[in-house]
């Protein structure tokens, strides 16, 4: 079956993955504080669709439509996790700061796992899109700006979240404040000489620490 796969798509399936992983720390972050977690997990899975369960792509993709069958999973991933933080910090608004260690976390673990080049801002800045999720590749989220040895920079030309936050009525700023965290962990954890940066105009960096 793995015949009619190509690489882009196990490796935005590995993406999923790590996303639900994430899911999955925001479960156990919210059990651990009392919340019923699993019986929030099973609603949003009632109403949007189950995880993956980190099973082998080959054994579960729809191969007469894979493009459709990974953006479903796409979308399926983040509503849950959307209606998750959503309902989390409506009801334990104080949390915030909590949720964006988590995050931060959560990314400096992906960093320390990527095996990848990280000798400059640009190899940092791709290995980093092995593990965010930004809608399908054809959707051209993300625009270079400038790479220089020193500092590589992007701007989001689009915002494909939007869209998932308002069908839950939540509020699409908590994903980037909460997504910014994770990168800030990604890019220390991959390699202690670079920083992550970002601005309200949508422009995100990698630069070199200063001395």
């Known amino acids: 079956m793995s015949l009619f796969l190509g690489k882009v798509h196990f490796w935005l399936y590995n993406k ?19 919340i019923p977690a699993q019986s929030w997990k099973q609603e ?9 369960g980190g099973r082998p792509l080959e ?16 979308t399926r991933a983040e509503s849950r996790q959307a209606a998750f933080l959503t309902r989390l910090t409506a009801q334990e608004p104080g949390k915030i700061e909590d949720l964006k ?17 990280t000798g400059t801002p640009e190899s940092l800045f791709n290995g980093l899109n092995d593990y965010i999720l930004d809608g399908m590749p054809c959707d051209r989220v993300n625009q270079i700006v400038s790479s220089e ?10 915002c494909v979240h939007k869209p998932v936050w308002d069908a839950v009525d939540g509020d699409v700023s908590l994903f980037y404040d909460l997504r910014h965290e994770w990168i800030r962990g990604f890019v220390t954890g991959a390699s202690d000489q670079y920083a992550y940066g970002a601005d309200n ?11």
């Open 44 to 52: 949003f899975e009632a109403a949007y669709g189950e995880a993956t």
């Open 149 to 158: 040895p020193d500092k590589f920079e992007w701007k989001m030309m689009q």
């Open 16 to 34: 999923i993955l790590w996303f639900e992983h994430l899911e999955d720390a925001i479960a156990a972050y919210a059990d651990g504080r009392g």
């Open 201 to 211: 105009d949508n422009m995100r960096w990698i630069e070199r620490k200063r001395a």
């Open 101 to 117: 260690t988590l995050f931060h976390e959560h990314g400096l673990t992906a960093g320390r796992s990527y095996e990848g080049n």
């Open 59 to 74: 054994e579960i993709i729809d191969q007469s439509n894979i493009h459709g069958w990974l953006q479903e999973r796409i």
